[in-house]
């Protein structure tokens, strides 16, 4: 049970972290709803809970050989400058009634987010980090479990909040959250990119 909650700790906090995905998420959750907001969470905690396993089994050594880091690096930075471009041209399709043309489905949503969240590799070294300060006294099965269950919660209780301040904004508002947050996809990408290439 400790090793659970020391996991659940965890996932819970760093999900908490601003980043790609957390704007994403709102986004995504102020222009087509709860369940999509929901759904591009659950790809977050899958990967967050899949990456930890990895950081537990030691594949963080892998991302330290030179091709296989530098593929993963520029194929995470488009994915994100992709993603990025497609929240911003949305910025200016949406219409009123807080509809938009690039509402996803939930299951769109969770494809999505699992592509862009997992185009970050070198998340699997910071969780090989937490892991080698988490790991006494701990046993990995649950603890990977707690991170996918902490990073659910959080991503949850954002998008539950997200779906309930929807209800008081308007258009102009989706427009400023499809802006901000294709600014910042764009931003990630093109800093892993440059990242990638500038330590090759």
Request: hydrophobic content about 60%; cysteine-free; glycine content about 14%.
């Amino acid at each position: 049970m400790r090793s659970v909650l020391v996991g659940f700790g965890l996932g819970f906090f760093v999900a908490l972290q601003l980043g790609p995905m957390s704007l994403y998420l709102v986004r995504s959750t102020l222009r087509a709803g709860l369940l999509t907001g929901l759904g591009v969470g659950a790809g977050i905690a899958v990967v967050d809970a899949l990456y930890a396993a990895a950081g537990a089994a030691g594949a963080a050594p892998l991302l330290l050989i030179d091709p296989v880091r530098l593929f993963l690096g520029v194929a995470g930075a488009a994915v994100l400058v992709w993603l990025g471009a497609k929240t911003l041209v949305a910025a200016w399709q949406v219409r009123a009634g807080l509809e938009g043309a690039a509402a996803e489905s939930p299951y769109a949503a969770f494809r999505t987010s699992l592509a862009a969240t997992a185009s970050n590799p070198t998340t699997i070294i910071s969780w090989a980090a937490i892991f080698s300060a988490a790991s006494t006294g701990t046993s990995a099965v649950p603890l990977v479990a707690g991170v996918g269950l902490g990073s659910l919660t959080w991503v949850s209780l954002l998008a539950l909040i997200t779906a309930v301040v929807r209800r008081a904004v308007g258009t102009r508002a989706i427009r400023i959250a499809d802006g901000v947050a294709g600014l910042g996809l764009v931003t990630f990408g093109g800093v892993l990119g440059w990242r990638t290439l500038h330590d090759s």
